[in-house]
T-cell receptor
């Protein structure tokens, strides 16, 4: 039973570029959340997708967008990259419902030059 | 507002017990979680507790919740060198959407 898988593992971009990160949820999970973890910090919630719609969003600008497809996989897109976007981007999946625990992938390390 | 605080660092000897503490501010939090992160890896779910419980035990892990003081602790019995990692406390935001608010993490160092 595969857990949460994310791709790519590492990515290097330059300022102003755009990036797409991908996530496949754990089998049986229908809800996907994205988090940004800066170095030495705890993860910060970006947004959550359920039934192919964004249903909750954290304090991130519109440069951060996403989508979810019918098989529950999800993408995180970031436009006009800034140096401050350098971080580990974590995808978490869960079953829908209060208290359902979120299971995390190993993340995508994004470096902006 | 939501805020989760943890001490930054804990050092113990192998075989001792470790206690990692966490305080949270959102009184509407219904679930509280503990995650472990090893270098270069994502977060591994260790355990979680519902806010109407005081204690939960799972093998070497014991979670204590003091809802009045909004204090959560994770005790690891017989700590091993493989337990060295960063431990994050997280609170569910109580809305049912499962947004998690994380602390800054406690780095646990276990020496032989």
């Amino acid at each position: 039973d595969a857990g949460v898988t994310q791709s790519p593992t590492h990515l290097i971009k330059t300022r102003g570029q755009q990036v797409t990160l991908r996530c496949s949820p754990k089998s049986g999970h229908d809800t996907v959340s994205w988090y940004q973890q800066a170095l030495g910090q705890g993860p910060q919630f970006i947004f959550q997708y359920y039934e192919e719609e964004e249903r909750q969003r954290g304090n991130f600008p519109d440069r951060f967008s996403g989508l979810q497809v019918p098989n529950y996989s999800s993408e995180l897109n970031v436009n006009a990259l800034l140096l401050g976007d350098s971080a580990l981007y974590l995808c978490a999946s869960s079953r829908n419902g209060q208290g359902q625990p979120q299971h995390f992938g190993d993340g995508t390390r994004l470096s902006i030059l | 507002g939501e805020d989760v605080e943890q001490s930054l660092f804990l050092s113990v000897r192998e075989g001792d017990s470790s206690v990692i503490n966490c305080t949270y501010t959102d009184s509407s939090s219904t679930y509280l979680y503990w995650y472990k992160q090893e270098p270069g890896a994502g977060l591994q779910l260790l355990t979680y507790i519902f806010s109407n419980m005081d204690m939960k035990q799972d093998q070497r892990l014991t979670v204590l919740l003091n809802k009045k003081d909004k204090h959560l602790s994770l005790r690891i019995a017989d700590t091993q060198t493989g337990d060295s990692a960063i431990y994050f406390c997280a609170e569910g935001d109580g809305t049912g959407f499962q947004k998690l608010v994380f602390g800054t993490g406690t780095r646990l160092l276990v020496s032989p």
